[in-house]
């Protein structure tokens, strides 16, 4: 029988998860105001273009706002305030 | 995810390539149920055209209209799981089950624990011994570390550096640089897309007494202490900051092999210049690691010959948009003395001056469009006045500062290496003796 090595688990210690609640969401977008999140990977910018565009067609009713971060990877608050305080909902992208 | 603290309904938009890392992103920020869609790889280089096929599709991991997911997500009403979202203990056990050898090194290649070479087994008298190399206790805080900006921090202790030590192979009288570089808190297994990896360089009196190498072969395996410390770099970055696995935590698309180990000595003895800790502002007689984070071009030159600034100037301007660490071999760095540049910074200045290219290319790049348009746009210096140049002005790439030299090898060859590599800090060792 082989002999037993006692070894030392090699990985660090994570943070404990502490769940977060999401947002309650509206029955409709009707008439809300939608902040479409750049987040300043390369070409995400027309990417956001374009759903600006596709929600104009058909979901004309919808108010999308087009609104970049100062710098990618990095969270902006102040961007973050201010779609908190004059948006109802948001798409940010395309990101990892 | 902060949005929806904020109280704001949102859905973030991924590629489909990255559906395992952001679910998993998500559960690690205690917010798995946050809403998510996905499009197809890639969207860079897509015309308009193409990126509105993708909005009229469907999401590649549902199968779903890609509309009709992002409207849900901002619309239907949330379930008890959403509202209470999911909070958990994730502690790591400091000694694993009993087992035999064969078992134990099959466990830690299946839990992705190892680089897919063997490993010396860290048992208990293995560690102990290797904390005999440090003055510092077990259980000290050492740092945290994390394989990307959007992932959460991990934490280590002396103990849990030990451990990795010991199963890259290392010595315990390497302890204190194994340590300086886990102080330092910059991963060598970054999951950037671009496969960057670190490189560590080592100066001061610690080299001799540990019996690196600086001289022939510097940079290869071709000592123990370079190697063993490398690869302990390596293999505590990826366990002690939560993992470097394929499409979790690691996404470099090609990989990097120096990912493996890369450490070695400052033939500082050979060097014409000043050490590169003391230029980083340590005493001479003190131990220092310095880490370079990247690793994502490697180019190579002999001389200086005749042709050298051509040569220098192809290099520099090679379109990689990562800044030069250049490690020369002794006869260079006494070639360059003898053509003028009797300090580092004569011949930083010069690479500076002359890493150049035409706006238009310089702007024509995935890595300077995301992380340094953003930049240029609010106005910071010297990425404005980079933007504000026209399409066919030359604009500098590097500022000096960026720029770094370093010298080893053994003089057998006038040869150099040019890696695109950024400077990130340089830690004492002797601190952690």
């Known amino acids: 029988m082989a002999e037993l090595l006692t070894v030392h688990d090699p990985r660090g210690y994570p943070p404990r998860v502490v769940g977060k609640r999401l947002a309650q969401r509206p029955e409709s977008l009707d008439g809300k105001a939608l902040y479409l999140v750049d987040c300043l990977f390369d070409n995400s910018e027309n990417f956001m273009r374009e759903l600006a565009d596709w929600f104009g067609k058909n979901l004309p009713s919808i108010r999308t706002r087009l609104i970049q971060p100062r710098q990618s990877w990095v969270d902006d608050a102040d961007m973050r305030a201010k779609v908190a305080r004059e948006g109802d909902g948001a798409i940010l992208g395309v990101g990892l | 995810m902060l949005l929806e603290e904020a109280g704001i309904p949102s859905v973030a938009v991924h590629t489909d390539v990255f559906a395992g890392v952001a679910r998993a992103t998500a559960t690690a920020n205690g917010i798995p149920r946050t809403r998510q869609a996905f499009v197809p790889q890639p969207v860079v280089d897509l015309s308009r055209a193409e990126l509105r096929a993708y909005i009229e599709g469907n999401d590649p991991t549902s199968g779903r209209p890609f509309m009709r997911e992002v409207i849900e997500a901002l619309t239907c009403p949330l379930d008890a799981d959403d509202l209470t979202g999911l909070s958990f203990d994730r502690s790591t056990p400091r000694l694993l089950a009993p087992d035999g050898e064969a078992n134990l090194q099959r466990l830690f290649i299946e839990n992705h624990w190892t680089d897919y070479l063997p490993i010396v087994l860290p048992t208990e008298e293995r560690v102990a011994a290797m904390l005999k190399g440090t003055s510092h206790p077990p259980d000290e805080i050492v740092g945290r570390m994390r394989p990307t900006s959007f992932r959460e921090f991990w934490e280590y202790t002396v103990e849990k550096v030990a451990v990795n030590a010991v199963m890259a192979g290392a010595r315990p009288e390497y302890f204190p640089v194994i340590l300086a570089l886990a102080a330092s808190g910059s991963t060598a297994k970054s999951s950037s897309t671009t496969s ?118 192809r290099c520099l301007s090679s379109g990689a948009h990562f800044p030069p660490l250049l490690v020369m071999d002794p006869i260079v760095a006494r070639l360059f003395v003898e053509r003028g540049m009797t300090t580092k910074e004569r011949l930083i200045d010069w690479c500076a001056a002359n890493a150049r290219l035409p706006a238009r290319e310089y702007w024509d790049d995935q890595w300077v469009q995301t992380l340094l348009r953003p930049l240029a746009v609010a106005g910071v210096e010297p990425y404005a006045s980079r933007l504000k140049a026209a399409p066919d002005e030359i604009v500098q790439m590097f500022e000096p500062k960026e720029i770094n030299l370093v010298v080893a090898g053994g003089g057998a060859q006038g040869a150099w290496k040019m890696f695109g590599a950024r400077y990130e800090r340089t830690i004492s060792i002797d601190a952690w003796r």
């Open chain 2, 196 to 313: 960057m990896t670190n490189m560590a360089v080592v100066n001061g009196p610690i080299r001799h007494e540990i019996g690196m190498n600086c001289g022939i072969g510097a940079l290869g395996p071709y000592n123990h202490a370079n190697v063993t410390i490398g690869r302990a770099y390596a293999l505590l970055s990826q366990n002690l900051q939560g993992g470097s696995v394929p499409g979790e935590t690691y996404m470099g698309t090609l990989g990097n092999g120096l990912a493996y180990s890369a450490c070695f000595a400052e033939n500082e003895e050979k060097s014409p210049w000043e050490p590169l800790h003391v230029e980083k502002g340590l005493p001479a007689g003190e131990s220092a690691v310095s880490v370079f984070f990247g690793l994502r071009y490697v180019h190579e030159g002999y001389g200086p010959r005749e042709t050298w600034q051509e040569k220098m100037r």
